[in-house]
């Protein structure tokens, strides 16, 4: 059953046209995620579908027009004053719904200290209260934000069991693949439906990509025979013309012969304009292509940090205590732990804004670090783009310049306030002022947060080339899943630093554990098998024929040992 229907949307800001044509017919269990670049009208269109902004055009019919319709916004800047009366939501199951979602801290709902609480803890409460509220369609924009993997995946269980219709802005290709069963994309102001979640939606879009290409193709090549031929026939007019100046007795032959021709070219033009007319396939849209390039790091020493019997407490409260880790140059490595389990705390204390209870953390001297955090209210709204960047000579304006531009930010975005600027704008910013640093540690907190998909995919593979350390905090499971090749994992009060990345945590989560007994056995064979090929390697020499393989296959064991550990 369609519950509204949405017709020939229009909506302009300050001359500039965001919405064209925007329809969609969503259903009482329509799952639809809404996609397009940053700028595209996707926050602008769900303002106008809640009915906080009025379009210049256009009609929204609903079936029933007291719809409760519950929207999270955009932000982290949620008020506990926005939500309904937490007693009367309560009922409906709030604070049952703030546990699964992680929230374990205790809040003073009639006067709760809203300021103490993360980004991440205030979205909780905000996506708590909307759920309660029970509304019969729900319009999430960017719900994974600053959303530990528990909450994500406690959201993905509820979005399949609700019993509404869900329009969902995200960037994050896991979450969308995991909730949605159609894609509305907004091109050029413009909504395309596409059926299947959203790697169906790309294998869709690259197929059509490829037969508008080729089509376009065929019509160029058409096009230059016409235009061939209309050039042949030119020449000859052009010569029967000239031939009827000269040659006494043929003048007029000649003039016929080039009139004739005339005509014919003027018949082939006008077939030509009328077939484009009917039928002209336009060239493909080119995706608008981003590129992050990162200064190549200057090659350190192996380990570049180090904590030794780390502990952090906040009053009665421990966040992790007596951990030990480490990182070498070179090395890719996410942060995991729920929400409020000291991830940020960690990170202030690595960049020496914040001291650790006990313990140690030591940095190498020669490392140089940057920092994006997730919060971009930081930037300061009165100044342009180029004013932040403090550059003042020529020639580094200039590769500034080129570098706003390599990732999306061309010059009318570098002049106005960046107030004006959306969310995914500002962070471009404190990326390029990473980028404009010689960087061998990046400490990324939620770096895809407000990127738009192509952003999120360039950055992927720039990070994979990166020749320096990562460590990164994200949600996003396909970016941390490319990313990590280690992982720092914050569980239970401790900090423990793991040999495998993001995929073989989730196989390992996926998969039935071993008994313990049978890990012990297992663990004994590889054992017997490293200390052989340890033996056999003591007495050749580098350089000795099959010594290189036995090597190899040392450590595939070696890494084995340590899986099973």
Same mark, same amino acid.
């Given at each position: 059953?369609?519950?509204?229907?949405?017709?020939?949307?229009?909506?302009?800001?300050?001359?500039?046209?965001?919405?064209?044509?925007?329809?969609?017919?969503?259903?009482?269990?329509?799952?639809?995620?809404?996609?397009?670049?940053?700028?595209?009208?996707?926050?602008?269109?769900?303002?106008?579908?809640?009915?906080?902004?009025?379009?210049?055009?256009?009609?929204?019919?609903?079936?029933?027009?007291?719809?409760?319709?519950?929207? #999270?916004?955009?932000?982290?800047?949620?008020?506990?004053?926005?939500?309904?009366?937490?007693?009367?939501?309560?009922?409906?199951?709030?604070?049952?719904?703030?546990?699964?979602?992680?929230?374990?801290?205790?809040?003073?709902?009639?006067?709760?200290?809203?300021?103490?609480?993360?980004?991440?803890?205030?979205?909780?409460?905000?996506?708590?209260?909307?759920?309660?509220?029970?509304?019969?369609?729900?319009?999430?924009?960017?719900?994974?934000?600053?959303?530990?993997?528990?909450?994500?995946?406690?959201?993905?269980?509820?979005?399949?069991?609700?019993?509404?219709?869900?329009?969902?802005?995200?960037?994050?290709?896991?979450?969308?693949?995991?909730?949605?069963?159609?894609?509305?994309?907004?091109?050029?102001?413009?909504?395309? #439906?596409?059926?299947?979640?959203?790697?169906?939606?790309?294998? %869709?879009?690259?197929?059509?990509?490829?037969?508008?290409?080729?089509?376009?193709?065929?019509?160029?090549?058409?096009?230059?025979?016409?235009?061939?031929?209309?050039?042949?026939?030119?020449?000859?007019? $052009?010569?029967?013309?000239?031939?009827?100046?000269?040659?006494?007795?043929?003048?007029?032959?000649?003039?016929?012969?080039?009139?004739?021709?005339?005509?014919?070219?003027?018949?082939?033009?006008?077939?030509?304009?009328?077939?484009? $007319?009917?039928?002209?396939?336009?060239?493909?849209?080119?995706?608008?292509?981003?590129?992050?390039?990162?200064?190549?790091?200057?090659?350190?020493?192996?380990?570049?940090? %180090?904590?030794?019997?780390?502990?952090?407490?906040?009053?009665?409260?421990?966040?992790?205590?007596?951990?030990?880790?480490?990182?070498?140059?070179?090395?890719?490595?996410?942060?995991?732990?729920?929400?409020?389990?000291?991830?940020?705390?960690?990170?202030?204390?690595?960049?020496?804004?914040?001291?650790?209870?006990?313990? %140690?953390?030591?940095?190498?001297?020669?490392?140089?670090?940057?920092?994006?955090?997730?919060?971009?209210?930081?930037?300061?709204?009165?100044?342009?783009?180029?004013?932040?960047?403090?550059?003042?000579?020529? $020639?580094?304006?200039?590769?500034?310049?080129?570098?706003?531009?390599?990732?999306?930010?061309?010059? %009318?975005?570098?002049?106005?306030?960046?107030?004006? #600027?959306?969310?995914?704008?500002?962070?471009?910013?404190? #990326?390029?002022?990473?980028?404009?640093?010689?960087?061998?540690?990046?400490?990324?907190?939620?770096?895809?947060?407000?990127?738009?998909?192509?952003?999120?995919?360039?950055?992927?593979?720039?990070?994979?080339?990166?020749?320096?350390?990562?460590?990164?905090?994200?949600?996003?499971?396909?970016?941390?899943?490319?990313?990590?090749?280690?992982?720092?994992?914050?569980?239970?009060?401790?900090?423990?630093?793991?040999?495998?990345?993001?995929?073989?945590?989730?196989?390992?989560?996926?998969?039935?554990?071993?008994?313990?007994?049978?890990?012990?056995?297992?663990?004994?064979?590889?054992?017997?098998?490293?200390?052989?090929?340890?033996?056999?390697?003591?007495?050749?020499?580098?350089?000795?024929?099959?010594?290189?393989?036995?090597?190899?296959?040392?450590?595939?064991?070696?890494?084995?040992?340590?899986?099973?550990?």
């Amino acid at each position: 059953m369609t519950i509204m229907k949405i017709r020939g949307i229009q909506k302009s800001f300050n001359e500039q046209q965001i919405l064209q044509n925007a329809e969609m017919d969503i259903k009482h269990n329509s799952r639809f995620g809404l996609v397009g670049n940053n700028g595209a009208g996707k926050t602008t269109l769900a303002n106008i579908i809640y009915g906080s902004i009025t379009p210049d055009k256009g009609m929204i019919d609903t079936f029933n027009n007291n719809m409760n319709i519950g929207y #999270l916004k955009q932000s982290t800047e949620y008020s506990i004053h926005e939500l309904e009366n937490p007693f009367s939501l309560a009922e409906n199951g709030l604070f049952e719904l703030s546990s699964h979602l992680g929230l374990n801290k205790d809040v003073d709902w009639v006067d709760p200290d809203w300021e103490k609480l993360s980004g991440g803890e205030k979205l909780k409460i905000s996506l708590a209260s909307i759920w309660a509220s029970r509304p019969e369609l729900l319009i999430l924009d960017e719900p994974t934000n600053h959303l530990d993997l528990q909450g994500v995946e406690w959201l993905i269980d509820e979005i399949k069991t609700f019993k509404g219709a869900v329009i969902i802005i995200s960037h994050d290709r896991y979450f969308l693949d995991r909730t949605v069963t159609e894609i509305i994309e907004i091109e050029d102001g413009t909504t395309n #439906l596409f059926h299947g979640n959203y790697t169906a939606y790309r294998k %869709e879009k690259e197929k059509l990509y490829e037969i508008q290409l080729h089509q376009y193709g065929i019509q160029q090549k058409h096009k230059q025979q016409i235009e061939q031929q209309m050039a042949n026939l030119k020449n000859w007019s $052009e010569k029967a013309h000239r031939d009827s100046t000269k040659q006494e007795g043929y003048k007029e032959y000649y003039r016929m012969k080039a009139k004739k021709m005339d005509n014919q070219i003027k018949s082939k033009m006008k077939r030509l304009n009328q077939e484009l $007319e009917k039928n002209e396939v336009k060239p493909p849209k080119e995706e608008a292509a981003v590129r992050f390039e990162f200064q190549d790091s200057r090659k350190r020493g192996k380990r570049i940090l %180090e904590a030794r019997d780390l502990s952090k407490f906040f009053g009665s409260r421990c966040l992790f205590e007596k951990s030990h880790f480490y990182m070498n140059h070179g090395e890719s490595m996410a942060l995991l732990g729920t929400n409020g389990s000291g991830k940020t705390t960690l990170i202030k204390i690595l960049l020496g804004e914040d001291t650790p209870s006990s313990g %140690e953390v030591w940095v190498s001297e020669t490392v140089r670090i940057g920092y994006l955090s997730q919060d971009v209210s930081d930037l300061p709204p009165d100044k342009t783009a180029l004013e932040y960047t403090g550059l003042t000579d020529r $020639e580094s304006i200039g590769r500034a310049r080129t570098i706003f531009a390599n990732i999306g930010l061309h010059e %009318e975005k570098l002049t106005v306030p960046i107030s004006y #600027l959306s969310l995914g704008e500002r962070t471009r910013i404190k #990326l390029v002022m990473m980028l404009l640093d010689e960087i061998d540690l990046l400490i990324l907190d939620e770096p895809t947060n407000h990127l738009d998909l192509a952003s999120r995919e360039s950055l992927e593979k720039t990070l994979m080339d990166f020749q320096g350390s990562i460590l990164v905090v994200s949600h996003d499971v396909y970016f941390i899943e490319k990313i990590s090749e280690k992982l720092l994992l914050i569980d239970n009060g401790k900090i423990s630093r793991k040999e495998f990345g993001m995929k073989e945590f989730n196989n390992q989560k996926s998969s039935p554990n071993l008994s313990s007994k049978k890990k012990e056995e297992q663990l004994m064979v590889v054992q017997n098998e490293i200390n052989a090929i340890v033996g056999r390697l003591s007495f050749m020499n580098k350089d000795e024929s099959g010594y290189e393989e036995l090597d190899n296959v040392l450590a595939e064991l070696l890494k084995k040992k340590r899986e099973l550990i």
